[in-house]
């Protein structure tokens, strides 16, 4: 049996809610009465308290989650770096992320850390939400995406609060974390009457990122460089730079989308066609022209078809 000063600090602990402490006592219990030979009571001892730490631990992050409901959407994708149509310069900058990221062991022995805090700069539809989803996918990591628009409009003066939840649960939970429209936040010319709320949420930001280190990939994506407060590119361990693509890109990128639905297609002299359009505007023009294929009951898109397809997002653009 445990002895008396055992059972008064296991009854103070108790009442003084003091949870880690009681776990402490009881399996100091549990190993005394081990030592006496009472296997199966300190078995049971240990087995009380492992199923209370886990259902503890769940509870922990279900709660998190359910905090930031509206704030952070978890997805698990399955995108994978093939799929990016990138230049190779690009490619090699975020192979060198995944790299890092998979022989992080390796770099603490030597007392470094993989590339965490990430900035991806470009304009819209060029691969930037596209590319924390590969990095995700690529990782076998859940993708968080952190809506920070919302943050801004709708929490507009709880906002420091907000993202020190955000990055509590960062510190809690592996995995990728995109700050999507990450301008909404780091802007330098805010509203005037907004002027002060956005300097100090900007502060908690930096402090949080400057503090943070979990084992979890910040991105942050922003289409305009020229908003966001010089004071945060110095956070940033990695910044890539997207553009629109290149010809030979753009017509990899719809060769690659057409897949069995190209096959024939002669792609050549597409150049001027493409010009001015995001790879997301050729995704959904090849995915238009796959369409209407399929609705005259063609098994391969023609050459006419997708240059309408193609025109009418240029049309757009205009
Ligand atoms: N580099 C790329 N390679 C292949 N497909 C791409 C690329 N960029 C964009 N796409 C296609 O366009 C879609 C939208 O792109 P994505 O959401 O990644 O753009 P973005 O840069 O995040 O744009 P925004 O600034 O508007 O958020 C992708 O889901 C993908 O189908
Ligand atoms: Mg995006």
């Known amino acids: 049996m445990a002895n008396a000063s055992q059972i008064v600090s296991l009854i103070h602990s108790h009442f003084a809610s003091e949870d880690e402490r009681f776990s402490t006592l009881a399996l100091q219990i549990a190993a005394h009465e081990a030592r006496l030979g009472h296997t199966s009571t300190a078995q049971q001892i240990r087995e009380i308290i492992e199923k209370e730490k886990s259902s503890k631990a769940k509870l922990k992050v279900i709660k998190i989650h359910s905090d930031l409901g509206d704030l952070i959407y978890e997805t698990t994708p399955k995108n994978r770096l093939n799929q990016l149509v990138l230049p190779d310069e690009l490619k090699l900058r975020i192979e060198r992320i995944l790299k ?28 930037k939400s596209m590319t924390a989803a590969t990095i995700a996918g690529e990782l076998h ?96 361990e990695d910044i890539l730079y997207y553009q629109l693509p290149s010809p030979q890109e753009a017509i990899l990128l719809i060769k690659n989308r057409l897949g069995s639905f190209g096959k024939g297609l002669k792609l050549n002299g597409l150049e001027k066609e493409v010009s001015g359009l995001s790879h997301a505007q050729l995704t959904q023009a090849s995915d238009d022209a796959i369409k209407e294929s399929i609705l005259n009951d063609m098994d391969s898109v023609d050459y006419e078809i997708l240059i309408n397809c193609l025109r009418e997002k240029k049309h757009i653009n205009h």
């Open 100 to 127: 890092e990221y998979r022989q992080r062991g390796k770099l603490q022995k030597h007392g470094l850390s993989h590339r965490r805090k990430i900035l991806l700069v470009g304009p819209p539809g060029t691969g």
């Open 141 to 236: 990591l859940p993708l968080y995406s952190v809506q920070m628009d919302k943050i801004v409009t709708k929490y507009l003066g709880e906002t420091s609060a907000k993202l020190r939840q955000i990055f509590d649960f960062i510190e809690a939970q592996k995995g990728v974390f995109l700050f999507d429209e990450f301008d909404a936040i780091g802007t330098e010319r805010s509203k005037e009457n907004e002027v002060g709320e956005m300097r100090r949420v900007l502060n908690s930001l930096l402090q949080f990122m400057e503090a943070s280190n979990s084992e979890s990939l910040i991105i942050a994506a922003t289409n305009n460089i020229s908003l966001l407060d010089k004071a945060l590119f110095r956070r940033f």
